[in-house]
């Protein structure tokens, strides 16, 4: 069974940065390509990035809100994928998801709060 | 960037009716088109994916259907656990675009 849960969240201030995590499980996650969906509380869904499988090159893309402040990475020895924030604004609040290429299933999400 | 338009934004229906929510691209996106529910308070669920396929688990009352820019949700006959945000999401190209959302909500 496909398992994904997101951890790291939390409350920073405008300008800090946060590096949330995603422990996957129930697949073979070093050949996965992985993404990172955000959401704002009442709000819709958000694309934030995609990172390829090793083997495919393991290349980030980026939507353009976060594009040179966000970094995806991964470590497959520890099935783990990461979402490197910096620079953070109060637009970047929300629930943060990772998924498979597959998007689904969803985890529980992780919620980032940046705020003064 | 492709833009998903959502139609309507928000319904309000009764249990048994059959709901029609309709997704519509800027341009194509082939058959890369993803349909998701979101309950109240909990992660979105993805229903269906390539236009019309049924994910595992998903009830047959749920159908996709569609091509190149225009999509459609159907909902066959609505039961209480359907009333839900329905998202459409393009996964043709980057950045990969939802459509703003569809409420259905309890007529």
């Known amino acids: 069974e496909v398992k994904l849960v997101e951890s790291g969240g939390g409350l920073v201030k405008p300008g800090e940065s946060l590096r949330l995590s995603c422990a996957a499980s129930g697949f073979t996650f070093s050949n996965a390509w992985m993404n990172w969906v955000r959401q704002v509380p009442g709000k819709g869904l958000e694309w934030v990035g995609r990172i390829k499988s090793k083997s495919d090159g393991g290349t980030a893309d980026y939507a353009a809100p976060v594009k040179g402040r966000f970094i995806i990475s991964r470590d497959d020895s520890r099935n783990t994928l990461y979402l490197q924030m910096y620079s953070l604004k109060n637009e970047d609040t929300g629930f943060y998801y990772c998924?498979?290429?597959?998007?689904?299933?969803w985890g529980q999400g992780t919620l980032v709060t940046v705020s003064s | 960037d492709i833009q998903m338009t959502q139609s309507p934004s928000s319904l309000s229906a009764s249990v048994g009716d059959r709901v029609t929510i309709t997704c519509r691209a800027s341009?194509?996106?082939?058959?890369?088109l993803n349909w998701y529910q979101q309950e109240a308070g909990k992660a979105p669920k993805l229903l269906i994916y390539g236009t019309s396929t049924l994910q595992r688990g998903v009830p047959s009352r749920f159908s996709g259907s569609g091509s190149g820019t225009d999509f459609t949700l159907t909902i066959s006959s609505l039961q209480p656990e359907d009333f839900a945000t329905y998202y459409c999401q393009q996964t043709y190209s980057i950045p990969y675009t939802f459509g703003q959302g569809t409420k259905v909500d309890i007529k």
């Open positions: 341009q194509t996106t082939t058959n890369n």
């Open positions: 998924m498979t290429a597959r998007f689904a299933p």
